[in-house]
Nanobody, 120 residues
Framework: QVHLVESGGGLVQPGGSLRLSCAAS????????MGWYRQAPGKQRELVAT???????NSVDSVKGRFTISRDNAKNTVYLQMNSLKPEDTAVYYC??????????????WGQGTQVTVSS
């Protein structure tokens, strides 16, 4: 099994910054894509950004130029640096990891979510 622990959410004023972290642990053989999703009240969960094991990244247009996703493979950790935050970024942010365990194969795992609130 894979266990994901997220941290770094909170309340920030518009224009401010936050850094989210998500550490994966468990009996993983390898981790492939790591990413962040978010879900605002009354809306569907949406992709924010992903990063492959080789470092290739992808992000939704609304966060390009403001958010940066990165990972530390030695620590099995993915980060989301969020700058120039806007009220519309307010949501619960979820970590998502594609990990391979020999006994079960490659599966996607979700973190418990961390609240990000952007408000003055």
């Amino acid at each position: 099994q894979v266990h994901l622990v997220e941290s770094g959410g909170g309340l920030v004023q518009p224009g401010g910054s936050l850094r989210l972290s998500c550490a994966a642990s468990g009996s993983m053989f390898s981790i492939n894509t790591m990413g962040w999703y978010r879900q605002a009240p009354g809306k569907q969960r949406e992709l924010v950004a992903t990063i492959r094991s080789g470092g290739m990244t992808n992000s939704v247009d609304s966060v390009k130029g403001r958010f940066t996703i990165s990972r530390d493979n030695a620590k099995n950790t993915v980060y989301l640096q969020m700058n120039s935050l806007k009220p519309e970024d307010t949501a619960v942010y979820y970590c998502n990891v594609n990990a391979y365990i020999p006994q079960v194969g490659a599966r996607y795992y979700w973190g418990q979510g961390t609240q990000v609130t952007v408000s003055s």
